[in-house]
């Protein structure tokens, strides 16, 4: 399986950023996939993360500002109302597969 993250960039506070994963190979066996993001000098932590049967987790960071959603081999990020702390590499994950990362700069 191979991850390819893109739509990272910079933006300014308050902006938004649409984030993909395209998912490429045999994706038989995956039923979960999910964001991480890393910041400086922080540990990875969990943005979104959903299941095939449905459910959803947000990190407490950025519920009800960022949106995960998946269709057919894309996995999408959509991120509103964003802010300084949200700056970070953003990877996408499917179980023990990782994608390169793609940078987020929320700056004015």
């Known amino acids: 399986v191979q991850l390819q993250a893109s739509g990272g960039g910079l933006v300014q506070p308050g902006g938004s950023l649409r984030l993909s994963c395209a998912v490429r190979?045999?994706?038989?066996?995956?039923?979960?996939m999910a964001w991480y993001r890393q910041a400086p000098g922080k540990e990875r932590e969990l943005v979104a993360r959903f299941t095939w049967s449905g459910e959803i987790v947000y990190g407490d960071s950025v519920k009800g500002r960022f949106t995960v959603s998946k269709d057919a081999n894309m996995m999408y990020l959509q991120m509103n109302n964003l802010k300084p702390e949200d700056t970070a590499v953003y990877y996408c994950n499917a179980q023990r597969f990782w994608g390169q990362g793609t940078q987020v700069t929320v700056s004015s």
């Open positions: 190979g045999t994706t038989f066996s995956i039923n979960v």
